[in-house]
């Protein structure tokens, strides 16, 4: 295979074809074999492997993974990167480009198109990808909030995103992403990348971190949305105690003040303390008040 992911293989397609590599869009191309590899290396895959591609550019990543899974479907919006992609991997029959806006995917209705097997079911799929940074947060809401059938993501993101993905109660990175993603999975760190290995060159470190999906079982008798809404309220405002920030939820402050006490929690504390059970505990402690208000 003809590996793009070279400085001089990216150069010469980005000139021969007149692309300009959009900012705005997040492009960046990976242009370091050797990342490549342990990318796809971590991300352990088999010809039984079902893979998401998000944002595969010119194809540095898909052609590697394409080597190694049963099948890649990968979801590019920029209509010219497509046209040149398709020249890139032609010849390559388990790849199937699909133009579209991530951000508006069902991923379990693209990959049921393409399922064939495991009587009608449909099958656990990966999702790996080097994300346009501009959306990482939402694109992770999208990817984790709507439980789609995905066993593990091996993402590449910017270094401090990464870290906030990964950050345990207390550091100053905590905050509602770290509660999200450690709600629906298990993040790993797996290793820094320069800015060097990209074209052009993103101006942060990138890190990339594994999500280990957990099976999907709701806390009992917790009401997610109310969950995601005071764990988002708690840390708008991270400065301010517990009962202060929570006042955004338009409780009366006595009500608050019971719901903490009632989770065993002081209403001195930050939000930056509390660890996923706790917002649990007091999630559950509020939701009678929040149903009859
Ligand atoms: N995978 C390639 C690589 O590693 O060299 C390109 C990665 S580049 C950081 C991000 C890619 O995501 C670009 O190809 C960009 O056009 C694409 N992209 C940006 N926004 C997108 C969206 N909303 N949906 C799908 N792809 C998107």
Do not use: C
């Not at 003809?2 to 001089?8: E, I, L, M, R």
């Not at 010469?12 to 290396?41: E, W």
């Not at 909030?145 to 905590?174: C, D, H, T, W």
Request: charged residues 25%; glycine residues 6%.
């Amino acid at each position: 295979m003809n590996s793009v992911a070279t400085p001089g293989k990216t150069r010469s397609i980005v000139r021969r074809k007149g692309l300009q590599p959009r900012k705005t869009r997040g492009q960046n191309f990976l242009v370091d074999a050797n990342i490549v590899r342990n990318i796809v290396r971590a991300s352990g895959l088999g010809p039984a492997d079902m893979v998401v591609e998000i944002g595969p550019g010119l194809g540095a990543l898909t052609q590697e993974l394409a080597e190694r899974a049963g099948m890649v479907i990968a979801v590019e919006i920029d209509r010219e990167l497509l046209s040149s992609l398709k020249e890139t991997l032609a010849g390559i029959t388990n790849v199937k480009l699909v133009e579209a806006d991530a951000l508006k995917v069902n991923f379990d209705s693209l990959v049921a198109r393409y399922a064939t097997e495991d009587g009608g079911r449909l099958p656990t799929y990966k999702v790996v990808a080097n994300l346009p940074y501009y959306i990482t947060t939402p694109l992770l809401m999208h990817l984790l909030l709507n439980r789609f059938n995905i066993s593990e993501m091996i993402l590449m993101v910017q270094a401090e995103v990464g870290y906030r993905m990964l950050a345990a109660p207390g550091n100053k990175e905590y905050g509602a992403l770290s509660v999200v993603v450690q709600y629906f999975s298990q993040p790993t760190r797996l290793f820094k990348v320069p800015p060097t290995v990209f074209y052009p060159r993103p101006r942060v470190d990138s890190l990339v971190v594994k999500l280990t999906l957990r099976p999907y079982q709701q806390i009992k008798d917790l009401d997610e949305d109310l969950f995601f809404l005071v764990v988002r309220t708690a840390f708008n405002q991270r400065r301010k105690t517990l009962l202060n920030a929570l006042a955004k939820l338009d409780l009366p402050k006595e009500i608050l003040a019971q719901a903490l006490q009632g989770a065993g929690i002081d209403p001195r504390w930050r939000g930056e303390t509390l660890n996923i059970a706790q917002f649990a505990a007091l999630t559950t402690a509020l939701q009678r008040y929040w149903e009859r208000r």
